[in-house]
């Protein structure tokens, strides 16, 4: 059974940086080497494992990829914390009252 990985890398300039991989130690590798200078990550070297899940659905590891990156900020901080819980709270939109 193959694995797939969902990730989050920090970059140098304090951004995140979620990608998917069957090969997590290669593209760990590839991301710090600067493999693709085309990358986001290329000029944000050095780059740190934050996070990892691990998939056997390819499918639901790329939903999973897709939906983190639409995250903001503190939502993927929470879950790199492994703070679960303040997940829900931080998908909720803040509305101004008029």
């Known amino acids: 059974m193959k694995i797939y990985y969902v990730y ?3 970059c140098s300039d304090n951004t995140y940086y979620t990608g998917i991989t069957s090969n997590l130690t290669k593209r ?3 991301h710090n080497s600067g493999k693709h200078k085309d990358s986001y990550t290329f000029k944000r070297r050095p780059i740190n494992l934050e996070f990892y899940a691990e ?3 390819v ?3 790329t939903q999973s990829e897709k939906q983190i990156k639409k995250w ?3 939502k993927k901080e929470a879950l790199i914390k492994n703070e679960f819980e303040k997940l829900p709270n931080l998908a909720k939109k ?3 009252n008029y």
């Open 28 to 30: 760990i590798v590839e």
């Open 72 to 74: 903001s900020r503190a």
């Open 59 to 61: 499918n639901l590891a």
């Open 55 to 57: 998939f056997t659905d």
């Open 8 to 10: 989050i890398l920090k």
């Open 94 to 96: 803040k509305f101004n």
